[in-house]
């Protein structure tokens, strides 16, 4: 059989076990069963001919089975294989100790081997307090009053405290915790809500202890560069993005780079590509270049830990190695079926993983599209060198491939995917070998290491350079309807632009209007928006659910009086603004969604001081205070009168008053109250006016404040995002005329509260929101104070 045919083959089974698991994972087991039985007879009755045909052949070659058929046969059969392991698997997830744990809802003991690293979820859990994580594993053993009895069963651990942070994969731990049901689809046996330390009873396999040395000494080895380099490094060498900045995950999502982040084909091929090289240069034969470029690869897969990603492509470049070994005609298509085929049999939950569907759909699209189009611009274009066109092509065939995919997934467009992987490609080899070279030597040479290091770091600056660039470019993510209408329009516009870019004319049009459109998004945009605007005096960021806002304190420069849930959403704050140096930043208390986004603060800018309320002193500021010790930043601990001057704003410090948590009449109610009471309270004065910006205080605090004696403010930032929990002689004793108030949208905490905005109502107060305005700028006009809300 022909390579071509051969490929025509493959792809259909591939395709149709890929849609049956992806049909039968939300189904039951019996669903699944019948599908198979049937498909499996399916193809025993088309079968039956075939054997027939050897001794009467009623058309085509004598003694065999027109291709039709064969194709027939192959997609039943796949078809029934698949079937049959999706309810196998569906059937093992719903059965057993484990599963009635999860319907009575129960707690028990249970021996775990873990499958995966424990990934850290960021910002504060619901139910945990400090770090968190999820971790994938699998319960081996349970303990219950009826006795121990041993099972196998697929779980994730939500976790918390830093003890897991080290754990490696393969580790054999016990744990008790409270088993829920997953999500439907998952295969996973149960969720389990794990409070408690794990106590490991055995360490990890050797090959992950290895693996987890090598890492580890990345890690170490990256220390010498900064910051978002430092955590960036790992992430394109290994996929190990836990101390990625979450601001450069942000600019890598909206540019469209974040799959060089992911381990895939790209890293084995850089990879196994340099041992070929190699191996060329040392005149080593095609077989053993061959076996060099395996055992490279194997190396890599190992350091990277075996994921869906370097799984796929540690298969597809095993089968393009044999090929290149053995001197035959290689099909890559050929072999993406085949891979794709082997993994959803395999594991038939990666057909519900858009991971998964866009790593396939970006290897097809440089399969299939990229040869074409290179071969089209050298034809068109002939001065063009070859490996100009093919650089071009690549991620141009690859981001065709997965747009369908990120329509469903998140609804958008990345038109600036295509350039901004264009400029980035060149400097991932580079930080690729170099980063997998100073894995290799950390752990006996760490000098070394880090000198291998430095260049990578020249090479991720870079990139992340590219992807800050790309992030922030007019249009970069074009909203576009998600789900099922959005793939329907998409199907509708690929073949109009299709028909538009054929005709060299309508190509010149289209083009000329494209350039208009840009021309007026970069030039009109600025004057239409007047973002930032002119004058602006304080900014409270559209931070989701969270507080994040500025204080301008002249030049580029502003105080940042919390940091919001999330670092990417206040640095983008703060670029929106020109913020490049913060003399100073206020925590008003220590919880996640007024302190998790503080790392986003930091990113590129300097910073002078950290003032901190007593609430500071507890235990939910520890991640902050590691942050801060790990940065080196000076602190201070409010006291109302403290005082400060930066450029037009003045900022005195009027609360607390109070004890620390724990005492004093301003700490009622439960431990949460308590901290939001110990917010710092801060009054902020200018030649125009005046503001109180409040933190989450609540009826007590607010009702000490009331006692001691409220400053006036013409603008109040409401308390706690708009609770109903105030006083209700609060805002009418601030005598505002304006509050603003810092929700996120559709938040599952009912803020701000329909009584809160019934008694601003009553008095006047008019009422700005993040949740439905987006940023909202205090701004100096006529002499007076306004508002200006951005817009969502």
């Not at 274009?381 to 141009?396: F, K, L, N, T, Y």
């Not at 190509?507 to 007026?520: D, F, K, N, Q």
């Not at 003032?611 to 201070?636: C, N, P």
């Amino acid at each position: 059989m022909t390579a071509p045919a051969l490929s025509l083959q493959l792809v259909p089974p591939a395709l149709v076990s890929w849609a049956v698991a992806l049909v039968l994972l939300g189904c039951p087991a019996p669903v699944g069963a019948v599908v198979g039985a049937v498909a499996a007879v399916g193809a025993l009755l088309v079968a039956a001919p075939v054997r027939r045909a050897g001794v009467r052949p009623l058309r085509g070659t004598p003694g065999r089975a027109p291709a039709g058929r064969n194709a027939l046969i192959a997609v039943l059969g796949c078809a029934a294989a698949t079937a049959a392991t999706v309810a196998f698997r569906v059937h093992a997830a719903d059965t057993g100790p484990v599963a009635d744990l999860v319907r009575k809802g129960g707690s028990a003991t249970a021996e775990a081997v873990l499958t995966d690293d424990p990934r850290e979820i960021r910002g504060r859990a619901p139910a945990f307090r400090g770090e968190s994580f999820v971790v994938p594993a699998r319960i081996e053993a349970v303990t219950t009053a009826a006795g121990r009895t041993r099972v196998r069963a697929a779980v994730v651990l939500l976790t918390a405290g830093k003890e897991w942070r080290p754990l490696l994969p393969s580790q054999r731990i016990a744990i008790r915790g409270r088993f829920g049901p997953a999500e439907s689809g998952e295969l996973l046996a149960a969720v389990v809500l794990v409070r408690d330390p794990p106590k490991v009873l055995s360490g990890p396999s050797g090959l992950q202890n290895a693996a987890g040395v090598l890492r580890a000494g990345l890690r170490t080895a990256a220390d010498v560069l900064p910051p978002d380099r430092r955590g960036l490094l790992p992430g394109l060498v290994v996929g190990d993005v836990s101390r990625m900045d979450e601001g450069v995950k942000a600019d890598f999502k909206a540019a469209g780079l974040s799959h060089l982040t992911a381990v895939s084909g790209a890293n084995l091929a850089i990879v196994a590509g340099a041992a070929v090289a190699l191996a060329r240069m040392a005149g080593l034969p095609l077989a053993a270049r061959a076996l060099l470029a395996v055992l490279a690869m194997l190396a890599f897969a190992v350091i990277a830990r075996p994921s869906p990603s370097v799984l796929r492509a540690l298969l597809m470049g095993s089968v393009v190695a044999l090929a290149l070994g053995t001197g035959r005609s290689r099909d890559g298509v050929a072999a993406l079926s085949a891979t794709v085929l082997l993994l959803i049999l395999f594991d038939p939950a990666l057909a519900r993983s858009y991971g998964f569907a866009l790593s396939v759909c970006a290897t097809g699209g440089i399969l299939v599209l990229a040869p074409r189009w290179r071969d089209r611009i050298r034809a068109r274009m002939p001065r063009i060198p070859g490996w100009a066109a093919e650089a071009i092509s690549v991620p141009a065939a690859a981001q065709a491939a997965v747009t369908p995919v990120l329509v469903l997934m998140s609804g958008q467009l990345a038109p600036v995917a295509i350039p901004a992987n264009l400029l980035a490609g060149p400097a991932v080899a580079p930080a690729t070998l170099l980063g997998f070279a100073a894995a290799l030597v950390a752990p006996v040479l760490m000098p070394v290491a880090r000198t291998l290091v430095h260049p990578a770091g020249l090479a991720t600056g870079w990139i992340i350079a590219v992807a800050e660039r790309a992030a922030g470019f007019p249009l970069a993510v074009v909203p576009w309807p998600a789900g099922l209408p959005g793939l329907l329009l998409l199907a509708a516009a690929a073949p109009a632009a299709v028909l538009v870019l054929r005709h060299r004319r309508t190509r010149w049009i289209a083009a000329a209007l494209a350039a208009g459109a840009l021309a007026a998004v970069v030039s009109v945009g600025p004057v239409v928006a007047r973002w930032p605007p002119r004058d602006w005096l304080l900014v409270v960021c559209d931070v989701g659910q969270g507080d994040a806002l500025l204080v301008a304190a002249g030049g580029g420069r502003a105080v940042v009086v919390d940091a919001g849930p999330d670092p990417a959403q206040v640095d983008r704050c703060l670029r929106a603004m020109g913020v490049e140096e913060v003399p100073l930043i206020i925590l008003t208390h220590p919880h996640a969604d007024h302190v998790g986004g503080l790392d986003g603060v930091f990113r590129g800018r300097r910073v002078g001081a950290v003032l901190l309320g007593s609430a500071a002193q507890g235990s939910e500021s520890a991640g902050a205070h590691g942050d801060l010790d790990r940065r080196r930043v000076t602190r201070w601990t409010a006291r109302p009168g403290m005082r400060w001057r930066f450029g037009p704003s003045e900022l005195t410090v009027v609360g607390p008053a109070g004890d620390p948590p724990g005492g004093g009449a301003a700490h009622g109610g439960g431990e949460g109250t308590e901290v939001n009471n110990a917010s710092v309270v801060v009054h902020v004065r200018w030649a125009a006016g005046t503001a109180l910006l409040t933190g989450d205080i609540e009826t007590e605090a607010q009702e000490d404040l009331l006692r001691r004696g409220l400053p006036s403010a013409d603008i109040i930032k409401i308390p706690h995002h708009g609770s109903a929990g105030h006083h209700p002689a609060f805002f009418a004793a601030s005598g505002a005329r304006a509050a603003l108030i810092s929700a996120g949208a559709d938040n599952g905490y009912g803020h701000p509260a329909p009584v809160t905005l019934a008694r601003l109502n009553r008095l006047g107060v008019r009422t700005y929101r993040t949740d439905l305005s987006g940023d909202l700028a205090v701004v100096l006009r006529d002499g007076g104070l306004a508002v200006l809300p951005r817009g969502r």
